[in-house]
């Protein structure tokens, strides 16, 4: 399947790229949004679009500002965010696909950071239902214990370090994921707790009042051998989301026929008779394929 090339652009003036994968049959049944992971390019949920494009829906992949497609030039000096992804990225393609909606449905599939950012843009009330897998926000104190020192250094010490001795985190050549702007490499290397770290009160009460705008149904996917979206740091997501209604289940390798998964691999093509297939379920009746694995 070939996907057609679009132009996103944000409230502030920040040109993106993105992909329209769309359904060559009957009318769709839902506009799908696919948020991608921190320093991952939309390029590795391409298969995952085009599966769901043959099974339905109309489908718009893009890449964050200072990402993929949508990176400039050069980083250095770049101070793109976390929270301008959410609250002009994904508010751009949000906006474009209401636009270009046919079924009367928009739905946010959203991987890691993609799975929380939803709820910092001004038309999130709009979402009719939100596939969260792995969504959290970085917080260290939240990490498998057996994994949160060697973690720790990486993403909190070695990372906003060589970041600012470089202007730009250089993940690419460290094969530690994508480079990142120096806005994404502070927030997730110095993050907290608090995803409203660092703003003054009323802008605080600003961003959660928005995230409580948002309605609709999620379902939060995450896997036990998943070290960093365990189920305390994606309970510390999901509570931002206090008006919708939020199912949050927890997989094993094993239900999906594999030994290992971890945070990043549900997108890999070998998982489209697995939890691709099965994830449709949701986006097309709003029902939990994994009833038995639901957890508090």
Known sequence: MEPSTTELTAADGVHLTGHWWRHAGSAPSATVIINPATGVRARYY???????????????????????????????????????????????????????????????????????????????????SMLSVGGQFGYWGDY???????LFLKWHVVMPAITLALGHFPGKRLGWLEDLPKGVAYGWGLQQGRAEQGLSREAAEVMCDRFATA???????TM????????KAVNRAMRYY???????????????????????????????????????????EGENPWRDRVYL
């Open 144 to 150: 498998r214990p057996g994994r949160r020192l060697p």
């Open 242 to 284: 206090r008006r919708s209604p939020v199912t949050k289940v927890m997989l094993a390798p094993q239900d999906l026929g594999f030994d290992r998964i971890g945070h990043f691999d549900l997108f890999h093509a070998r998982h489209e008779d697995g939890f691709w297939r099965q994830s449709l379920a949701f986006l097309r």
């Open 46 to 128: 391409h298969r995952y679009a085009a599966h769901l494009a043959a099974n339905g829906f109309t489908v718009l992949t893009y890449d964050y500002r200072g990402i993929g497609l949508s990176r400039p030039e050069s980083l250095k000096g770049s101070t793109f965010t976390w929270r301008q992804w959410g609250e002009q990225d994904f508010d751009a393609a949000l906006r474009h696909a209401l636009q270009e909606d046919q079924a009367g449905r928009v739905i946010v599939v959203g991987h890691s950071i993609g799975g929380f950012l939803p709820g910092y843009s001004p038309a999130v009330g709009r979402v009719s």
């Open 224 to 231: 036990s051998d998943d070290e960093i979206a365990t189920a």
């Open 215 to 221: 309605t609709g149904p999620i379902l939060s996917v």
